[in-house]
């Protein structure tokens, strides 16, 4: 930690910031610059976090040294996580897609979602029993008659499930059915429910909050796996800017800092970014050149009598299509995509 | 609802939307102007909200005509809502203010801060037993044992509590001790919880997200009146901006917007928008005179040694200096506060 | 500046980055703590605004110690700045308003605004000879011929004028007549008309840009001041967020930050920041509880019939009661307010 | 132009609403539903533009039906500008790259720069001689000298040249040496420099403000148009959001709604956008695949002697690198790169 004293700083106060940050067992080094006098505290960051220096007389800003992160750092594990899912690797060379409804609906639009993104190479089915949704008045999903619906579907096509959990209480049910377990963007910071993911073995997919900052989103997952599950997948999904042309804004460059910054596979999810199908093509070729690990996107077999999301849904042969077009952009960066039996 | 067509659609394409429209029980209303035709759908907009009418070809762009909440808003209830509680009323002429440390702690710095703020004119006791962290490496809060001193607190001193709560799984434990449920703003759009906390018959302070819109944090509001619980009070602390010089930055104007538009009382939370003491008192001066039925500040008897957010927290001196200062500009705007014992 | 080493930084990388230091004549301190090496550059910071050090191998992160700017700062100059006009100051005890229509038009529409506006206490008349317009389609001014108008009205009433000058060739006509200059807030960093308006004689009124941190609206106002004009207001009216109930979002902490950082005046443009006359009068009483030195609001005589901005425009009879609350809120944090012929 | 009226609108403000419309010589066209009456204005909707109709007692909100540009807009181009300059064209399938050091330098960093940008395949040679800086202690550029600069280093290695013009004065000098004049960031709404440029007959490269929507930023390329320049290329270079981590957020989307609304090429500048030369060539893929008609690209033949941006600028063998990288990844979208001499 490197606090800056204000050239004004009266000795008496000096002594008390000292005194502050030997208090907590750091050692301070100073260093009396031609305008500001700098006091460095050497030690274990962590124990100075809680200390109000910043309000303390005297001083000007407090500059911390450490990134906040340990076990999401790529600096203590820098090899790169593969996370293994039935048939498939996420992390890996192999970039996987998820694909499915926004919603799991009743009738069978669920399972010819399935099947038809399987046939065009899809690893996972993704579709929500629990919905969060912005009105009261809007539809909340089926709950665990979406779940038994999910596995049906699994059952038939061998996809693996990826479906939301939105609160503490549902976690074990949807973990009994899911085979990756999906926080929204609203729940990024729901601490309780980062925490009780953390408590199960499945993989979570951990899907950006509008208005987090890339720092406060590895701190999420590091919420996940200080409970032991090392298993996180982080999703880009658009931030909220003052454009609007989109939903959301999708920060294309966060995966590549992601990657840097740490070892965990990263996701795109154009959909939810884009908010109309017309940039799902698009977005995923950027995101694809720009090494994320998988997609997550909104397909359904009959948009318009969707019961979510339709506007931003692909029918399955523009999906079909997009899969091709983004084969060719991964090989393009040494990477691959299945394109299941049509290939 | 108005639908703008292309300058391009196809007769066909017009008479598919026109159909869509109409399968959902909506009349149309056809107008064809120089450059565009646009079609009116008149009946129940709420009908029409899963309807991806955007996506389908021909349709240039949707706009709603009516706004998305009902129960808040102030065309269906022109009086203002007033929250009585103990001894005083929120939403009336008096502007009541809460205080006190970010989170409950051991010793008598509780208590003592509780005093001091009382004897100032506080109304309310804040401070939490379950803390939302963006680390993982830091203090959670006392939960429950917290709780249990804050009602000591109000027992001594008169002092209503409002604290907050998290998760669904503890909003009962919270409820029976907390006079007001707070729900904070990495929870604002937590449904689940929204759901839950308006099954109790709790006055619940809604904190705005940083970055939810006001029509969506208005929608939160409805979550929660929709359960039965009108007794919502809206609280503006700041949103998310490219601005770092405060934490987060307070929108002010908010506060106007919410009267207009609701019938229920806004508060303002000077601390967390500005992230340092500093800031607090200019802004507890502004968010009064642009007519904030309510403040809810930190303070600590203590802040050097406070175990949270003791950058931002005021010490009592300042604190009843504060009380003064709004005092005057109440005033001047036909409010009243309370300045406790001092007065 | 202090630079932060990578942990697996080597010998060559940090002997290469001392000898770039040392290179422009700086002295380095090196802090080898726990987890990082940490180097501190002692001497003038400016010399090493230019070196890319966060672009050497082994370098982490770079944290600059000083403020970038000196000119504008309370550090060098503690007592606030005082600017005189005709028979009024500016940064002084009484909070001065300007007022008037957002473009000069033809006819009485002008003239007559003025004499309300002074009547109801303004100080200045604003009004744009020289219109910068989002569309090229829209009315753009009337040029000289506005500023001769701006100039009769400040005859007979004898306001003061304030307008905008939009690009460097018209800073001297711009001049000539108008007693401030005003940048508009998308010229808040067109760094050369800063500078010409820097070498004329008369007051500038900067507004600050949409995206302009807080930080970079200080050193627009340096670089004025650089050119030996010294007579700076800061002007803020709203940044641009995701928000959009209202034009812009009022920064209104923005007033005591720039309070607290520089000794130069600050006011507030209300009327861009809410984009309509609803929110104006509730804005300004905000403006001036927070300390605001100034007002600059948008009032016409016809509103309906204005050639621009009429949404946001004030009537006079409005802009009156305006000046009765702001006048209450100026005495209750010890300010005055100029009530006109009317007090 | 669709006009939502109040609940409670009465009969007399119903009448005046209709009124003011008709004066203007619209058509009007009235829609009672069960919640609001809408009124539809139909005729040339910019004759509305300057009527406050939001203003009018009666009205909740306006809407307007048409997009404000339409020199720009693919409904009345639908083929795609081809801009021809020396031997190639901007806007065909061949994605052009501009790359060279930020600005102008003296001595031979300029020449060295432009051969090896030459012979990795780049078009244009980039660099400043006008240089608008944050701070005004900061390097400003070399003015003509620079740009005489420039001209020799054209005349070596047959590199057209793009160099930013910052202010009217400037446009005629500059527009004399450059191929390619460059608006920067803070200019994109300096309409009089729009307006100037767009009597010249250089190509203009516009690069969008920080906080320019992407509304905004096509009617600034019809301010130029409008004048009778119509080569105009669009440049996104990231704009600002709450997240630090890169210097900008590239709003990757934007490159496809551009491509979508207007006629227009479109650019993507990488290096401003990332700040770190770490994050270009991951950026540019990604710029590639989504469809950017061409790159400008800050390279330096020693970026840590460069006299600014030295940060952000590539090395020529990571930009030789990049050019391969980006090669292929052009090649899986149906695009070409040229790869120069060593191709």
Known sequence: MIIVLRPDVTEQEFQHIIEKIESKGMRVHVSRGTERTIIGAIGDESALRELPLEALPGVEKVMPVLKPFKLASRDFHP?????????????????????????????????????????????????GAFKPRTSPYDFQGLGEEGLNLLAEAREETGLAIVTEVMETRTVEIVARYA????????????????????????????????SVSLKEFILA????????????????RGIRTFETSTRNTLDISSVAILHYETHLPVWVD????????????????????????????????????????????????????????IHKVAESVSRTISLGEES
């Open 79 to 127: 090899e790169k996580t593969i996370i293994k899912l039935r048939d498939f690797e996420i992390g890996g060379p192999e970039i996987i897609v998820a694909a499915g409804p926004c919603s799991v609906e009743r009738g069978d639009s669920l399972i010819r979602t399935a099947r038809a993104v399987k046939k065009a190479g899809a690893k996972l089915l993704r579709a």
């Open 179 to 210: 085979d990756v377990l999906q926080i929204g963007a609203r729940n990024t910071q729901n601490f309780n429910l980062l925490m009780e993911v953390g408590q199960t073995d499945k993989p979570v997919l951990l899907k950006r909050g509008m």
């Open 221 to 236: 997952g590091e919420y996940i796996m200080n409970e032991g599950n090392h298993n996180v997948i982080f999703c880009e």
């Open 270 to 325: 154009p959909s939810h970014a884009a908010g109309h199908w017309r940039w799902v093509n698009p977005l995923c070729r950027a995101a694809v050149a720009i090494g994320a690990d998988g997609l997550i996107i909104e397909v359904h077999i009959d948009p318009e009598n969707a019961w979510s999301d339709g506007v931003q849904s692909l029918r399955p042969e523009k999906f079909a299509e997009l899969m091709k077009d």
